[in-house]
């Protein structure tokens, strides 16, 4: 969080004039964006589509760490988890509002790290920044951040549409954000607090992208509407492959099947497993952050959608009587347990 230049204390512009510096220059890119950043409120329009909202909160401390996670890259990801939300839903994210808690520690450039972030984020994936709330905190810096996006009415993707015999399919690669944050706090213990200290990432460049830098899969989502293909079911993996799979199953009133040596897993995940003594499909299935998507398909797209570049189908949905289960590589079967993170755990 350390800056060399110059700082500029908050209080010296107060609230307006921050808000005043950190959105200026803002212009809106989607047509339903009436009005955004300088009014009591945003005025967005969608007059044939679903509105779709999501809402995401980053508490210091609980779900970053400022030793080694770049202002710029936090409002990067607070922004990118937020679209991913509604990829998930087979929408297109095209506004957001942020909130922050601010405590007296930070300064001025610090908050303009941190819009850096963001507004790159708004720039790549063409989703405009419309309004939001600053205050102050006691504790530390808090993001509050709200996405608007929209949807065709039957192009809508919820958790509840799997159907007995449906694909279970992942994109990209699991485990990669939860081993880049294994490795990222064990370099911070490692270097006991000291400035000087040179972390070793080498060959593990990957893991600390994943971690730092993640990107909500519009790719995929592209790729289906062009291949004229709606999911049964869809959602994102925040918080491990097998604690949202079981939120489909459950929503679905349905089982499933999946298969340990189907898991995508890159290789640096593997070499960092094995350097911490961890089970790889431990670490696919429960680390969280690959805000990957995870979605079913019917039976007889299983040619099409095998094509597909970055989709891996890794089972399928099953009857509700027959549960929910990991098939081993030596074929035996274990119970899928939710075991990412639990924001509520003590």
Do not use: W
Request: net charge negative; proline share 3%; hydrophobic share 40%.
């Amino acid at each position: 969080m350390e800056l060399q230049e110059k700082q500029t204390e908050i209080s010296s512009l107060g609230e307006f004039g921050l808000i005043d510096r950190i959105t200026s220059g803002i212009t809106p890119v989607n047509a339903s964006t009436l009005k955004g950043v300088g009014d009591d409120s945003a005025v967005v329009r969608y007059p044939d589509t679903d509105t779709l909202v999501s809402t995401d909160l980053l508490v210091e401390g609980v779900h970053f760490d400022l030793t080694y996670v770049p202002l710029k890259h936090l409002g990067y990801k607070a922004a990118v988890v937020n679209f991913s939300d509604i990829y998930a839903m087979n929408g297109t994210p095209r506004q957001i509002t942020v909130g922050l808690a601010i405590s007296s520690r930070f300064t001025v450039e610090h908050i303009e790290q941190l819009y850096a972030g963001i507004r790159l984020a708004c720039e790549i994936y063409g989703v405009d920044l419309v309004g939001g709330d600053t205050t102050a905190s006691r504790s530390g810096l808090v993001i509050s951040i709200t996405c608007i996006g929209d949807a065709k009415a039957d192009k809508v993707v919820y958790r509840s549409g799997a159907k007995d015999t449906d694909l279970i399919c992942v994109t990209g690669d699991l485990g990669a954000a939860y081993m880049g944050l294994q490795l990222l706090e064990r370099e911070k213990r490692v270097s006991n607090g000291d400035k000087d200290f040179i972390p070793k990432f080498e060959g593990k460049e990957y893991l600390i992208e994943r971690q730092l830098k993640p990107e909500a899969r519009r790719d995929i989502i592209q790729k289906l509407a062009e291949a004229g293909i709606v999911p049964t079911s869809m959602m994102d993996i925040s918080d491990g492959l097998s604690s949202e799979l079981l939120h489909i199953c459950k929503a679905s009133d349905k089982g499933c099947r999946i298969y340990e040596e189907r898991l995508p897993i890159d290789y640096q995940t593997a070499v960092m497993a094995e350097e911490i003594n961890m089970n790889l499909a431990t670490a696919a299935l429960n680390g969280g952050e690959d805000y990957e998507l995870l979605f079913t398909v019917p039976l007889h797209l299983h040619e099409q959608i095998s094509k597909m570049d970055g989709v891996k189908v890794i089972g399928h949905i099953t009857k509700p009587e027959l549960g929910c289960a990991l098939v081993t590589r030596d074929g035996n079967e274990m119970e899928l347990k939710a075991q990412g993170f639990n924001h509520m755990s003590k």
